[in-house]
């Protein structure tokens, strides 16, 4: 349900099996800080940053004392955690935690794997958020160049990597290079997701709002305002997607 945009009653859910966690395995078990960490998502998406906060620490002490430290569930329960870290406003304490996430990523899977690039990515965004565009561009390309290898050119996590890497070149003020970024991306994203689709939009408007201010002359834009829905919402420059 959470996957279909229906948070709420996701979170009812979660804390069904939290209930029954809690009386069958009890709340030291693995499998409980799973239950943890699933409420914890979805009140993250309902934007209850704080409550989902609280969820993922306990998640993370309950791994800690028996997946241990160097487990890669430890590391996906401390990327859950910089991310809503990060999204109560402290991305400098939400890059340390990704910054271990990375480096247990790397001892665990290795720098080829997919879950390392989703961890090169959350580090990218926190270290964009703090006003350092040409590091987050480098992280977001090693991501990007891993993508590639792995799940390919043409798959939907390869274009929200794509509008990412976009955003930190756009920061830096290299609008043609943003412009083909975003439109790379949004080639992918069409096809893939369908017109209307959230991250299509996005990218859209992105794409949109870049060429209306830097290449007016472009005939895209008569193209891409038919597929933007009218009145907009305003959207950060670099407004990252979601990693995967």
Known sequence: MEAQGRPAEAEALYRQALTIGEATIGKDHPAYATHLANLAGALDAQGRHAEAEA???????IGEATVGKTHPAYAAYLSNLAGAVEAQGRPAKAEALYRQALTIGEARVGKTHPAYATHLSNLAGAVQTQGRPAEAEALYRQA??????????THPDYATR???????????????EAR??????LAVLRPALGDTHPNTVLVAKKLLRLLRAHFPDNPEIATLQALV????APVPPDQTLPNP
């Not at 969820?55 to 002490?61: S, V």
């Not at 829905?229 to 907009?232: C, G, L, R, S, Y």
């Open 55 to 61: 969820l993922y620490r306990q998640a993370l002490t």
């Open 144 to 153: 990007l160049t891993i993508g590639e290898a792995t799940i390919g050119k």
């Open 162 to 176: 794509l509008n990412n890497l976009a955003g930190a070149v756009l920061a830096q003020g290299r609008y043609p």
């Open 180 to 185: 083909d970024l975003y439109a790379q991306g």
């Open 229 to 232: 829905p009218p009145d907009p």
